[in-house]
Nanobody, 125 residues
Framework: QVQLVESGGGLVQAGGSLRLSCAASERTLSSYFMGWFRQAPGKEREFVAAITRNGVTTYYADSVKGRFTISRDNAKSTVYLQMNSLEPEDTAVYYC??????????????????WGQGTQVTVSS
């Protein structure tokens, strides 16, 4: 399994922006399908965005489409989540995840074998 470390979370006002980063311990990050999930207190873990190994194809939850952008830099073994027009409903702990057998099941968190520790994002109204 690959070790992942998220950073970039924080407190922001509604309408603001944050960029999350997920750094991997391996230089072979290009071998993994990557995803971002989030979990708010009392709620289940929720799919946010995913990106294929080569970064060509991205997927988004309807709730963040048009506001969030996932990207990756395999040379830096890092995946990013640019979050714009943040809303209080985006408040959650955000996790990045890596999987080698995700295929079309990118919304299913059980498909991802490696997880980061999470980073808190709080959006105030």
């Amino acid at each position: 399994q690959v070790q992942l470390v998220e950073s970039g979370g924080g407190l922001v006002q509604a309408g603001g922006s944050l960029r999350l980063s997920c750094a991997a311990s391996e230089r072979t990050l290009s071998s993994y399908f990557m995803g971002w999930f989030r979990q708010a207190p009392g709620k289940e873990r929720e799919f946010v965005a995913a990106i294929t190994r080569n970064g060509v194809t991205t997927y988004y939850a309807d709730s963040v489409k048009g506001r969030f952008t996932i990207s990756r830099d395999n040379a830096k073994s890092t995946v990013y989540l640019q979050m714009n027009s943040l809303e209080p409903e985006d408040t959650a702990v955000y996790y990045c995840a890596a999987g080698s057998n995700v295929a079309g099941f990118y919304r299913d968190y059980r498909r991802y074998a490696s997880w980061g520790q999470g980073t808190q994002v709080t959006v105030s109204s």
